[in-house]
């Protein structure tokens, strides 16, 4: 359940590669878009007529915790192994029942078959009290309650893992919509700078002093900037479908993310006190811990069925109602000790002794793999996010280049010195730059929340 989570937010922007001559930022006041392309805007925002409301990250957290079912199914598995603890301390406790007896029978006949018991059947009525007392098993029901109350432990623990299981799914669910956010904005300012281009060339074109051939490269890069939006937009609706289901809401709602002012939070150094951290505090680990003790524990228990179980045994009672030949009038009472000592039952004591130390073995290997597996999962995960730390300062750059590119490109074409394939060139770089950065910052922050899931520091 708990494996490094490797969010590829690139993935939304990949549509941006492919294109040949794409998206621009230049600062050209934006036109008025067509009216294919506001309807197509207007219908992908969703079906909700409700302005989106604002959420952060934090909120959404607490949305999933309080609504997703996970949560709620975890907890009650958990408050049910809590009452198995008290299921299995009831033998130590005594068992006190009352009967009342009344029989008519052919009077002073006899059982022929079926009872080694007093066999006479008499006229009789009567009413008491039976209790039962455990002295003493020899540790089996001492054991049993251990295993229980640690399985209950583990049962907890496993509720604290799918907290941050549910916790990490709603932060990269909401840096994913966040991403998809960001890049259709950037789509929409590339339609309306593409747009404002557009009819730059067609003006130059209708005066004689550009060709048909700028106007048709113009007009090819407009209609795939408008395609980047419907994309996006896409992706956007997408995104928020899965955070909806991630929050555990009934009804679809439309959300305006708010992305966290604050600087992204420190990568540490190195991913060796990371490592300590995950194995000192993954509650799936600790789950898988107290399960191993509990296994243990009922190993011996089994074990202990084997061993003889002393109990004591009361009764007292009165018969109103019968022949005082053979019953008190006023009362009857009588105690006793048994002792059960188990001499043969075809091996089953045995066999279910070493099947529970088998189980106790094979749950001692689970433990070590994931051991294992976290310190294998919390290695990468810092690989991971530094070398995302180091694209971020890259991708920084790169937008600064593209944007200089872009301003030189400009400058060219307006002078006549340069073609509309190198502005367009130019302008698709600047935008795939603007979007790499953004995949950059949230891919960062996926990578962050990965960590705090690995290293058990959820908030």
Same mark, same amino acid.
């Given at each position: 359940?708990?494996?490094?989570?490797?969010?590829? &937010?690139?993935?939304? =922007?990949?549509?941006?590669? +492919? &294109?040949?001559? %794409? /998206? =621009?930022?230049?600062? $050209?006041?934006?036109?008025?878009?067509?009216?294919?392309?506001?309807?197509? =805007?207007?219908?992908?925002?969703?079906?909700?007529?409700?302005?989106?409301? $604002?959420?952060?990250?934090?909120?959404?957290?607490?949305? =999933?915790l309080a609504n997703n079912p996970q949560i709620s199914v975890t907890r009650l598995l958990a408050l049910a192994q809590k009452q198995v603890v008290r299921e299995t301390r009831a033998d130590y406790l005594p068992t006190l029942f009352g009967s009342v007896t009344g029989v008519g029978a052919e009077q002073a006949?006899?059982?022929?078959?079926?009872?080694?018991?007093?066999?006479?059947?008499?006229?009789?009525?009567?009413?008491?009290?039976?209790?039962?007392?455990?002295? +003493?098993?020899?540790?089996?029901?001492?054991?049993?309650?251990?295993?229980? +109350?640690?399985?209950?432990?583990?049962?907890?623990?496993?509720?604290?893992? /799918?907290?941050?299981?549910?916790?990490?799914?709603?932060d990269l669910a909401f840096y994913r919509a966040l991403e998809a956010q960001a890049t259709l904005e950037v789509a929409k300012s590339t339609v309306a700078a593409r747009q404002s281009v557009d009819d730059q060339v067609r003006a130059l074109t209708a005066s004689k002093l550009k060709s048909d051939l700028d106007l048709s490269f113009a007009d090819v890069n407009l209609s795939e900037a408008k395609l980047l939006v419907l994309d996006a937009q896409n992706n956007v609706d997408a995104a928020n479908a899965q955070l909806n289901e991630i929050l555990g809401l009934p009804t679809m709602k439309q959300y305006q993310l708010v992305d966290d002012t604050a600087a992204p939070s420190a990568l540490a150094p190195d991913s060796d006190a990371l490592i300590q951290s995950a194995l000192q505090q993954r509650p799936d680990l600790m789950a898988l811990d107290l399960a191993h003790?509990?296994?243990?524990?009922? /190993?011996?228990?089994q074990r202990e069925q084997l061993l003889p179980t002393v109990s004591a045994m009361g009764v007292v009672g009165t018969t109103p109602l019968g022949s005082s030949t053979y019953y008190s009038p006023n009362w009857y009472g009588a105690a006793a000790v048994n002792i059960?000592?188990?001499?043969?039952?075809?091996?089953?004591? /045995?066999?279910?002794?070493?099947?529970?130390?088998?189980?106790?073995?094979?749950?001692?290997?689970?433990?070590?793999?994931?051991?294992?597996? *976290?310190?294998?999962?919390?290695?990468?995960?810092?690989?991971?996010?530094?070398?995302?730390?180091?694209?971020?300062?890259?991708?920084?750059?790169?937008?600064?280049?593209?944007? +200089?590119? $872009?301003?030189?490109?400009?400058?060219?074409?307006? &002078?006549?010195?340069?073609? *509309?394939?190198?502005?367009? %060139?130019?302008?698709?770089?600047?935008?795939?730059?603007?979007?790499?950065?953004?995949?950059?910052?949230? &891919?960062?922050?996926?990578?962050?929340?990965a960590i705090r899931f690995q290293t058990g520091t959820q908030p």
């Open positions: 359940m708990h494996k490094l989570v490797r969010v590829s &937010l690139l993935s939304w =922007s990949v549509l941006v590669v +492919s &294109l040949s001559a %794409q /998206t =621009s930022m230049l600062p $050209l006041p934006a036109a008025p878009l067509n009216l294919a392309y506001q309807s197509a =805007s207007a219908s992908g925002s969703g079906s909700s007529a409700d302005a989106p409301t $604002l959420l952060t990250r934090q909120e959404a957290e607490k949305i =999933s006949s006899r059982l022929a078959t079926g009872s080694l018991a007093s066999s006479r059947l008499l006229n009789h009525m009567g009413a008491g009290v039976e209790l039962n007392q455990l002295i +003493s098993d020899f540790g089996r029901t001492t054991n049993l309650i251990a295993s229980s +109350s640690l399985q209950a432990k583990a049962a907890a623990a496993n509720a604290e893992a /799918t907290r941050e299981d549910i916790v990490l799914a709603t003790q509990a296994a243990q524990k009922f /190993t011996r228990a059960n000592v188990p001499i043969f039952n075809g091996f089953r004591f /045995t066999a279910e002794a070493s099947e529970a130390d088998f189980r106790a073995k094979a749950v001692s290997e689970q433990t070590r793999n994931l051991h294992d597996r *976290i310190v294998r999962d919390v290695r990468t995960a810092w690989l991971t996010a530094n070398t995302d730390q180091q694209r971020m300062l890259v991708t920084k750059q790169l937008v600064m280049e593209a944007n +200089s590119a $872009l301003d030189l490109a400009k400058a060219r074409y307006q &002078l006549g010195l340069g073609s *509309i394939v190198e502005l367009s %060139q130019a302008q698709l770089q600047q935008t795939q730059a603007a979007i790499s950065d953004a995949n950059a910052k949230y &891919l960062f922050e996926s990578d962050m929340a």
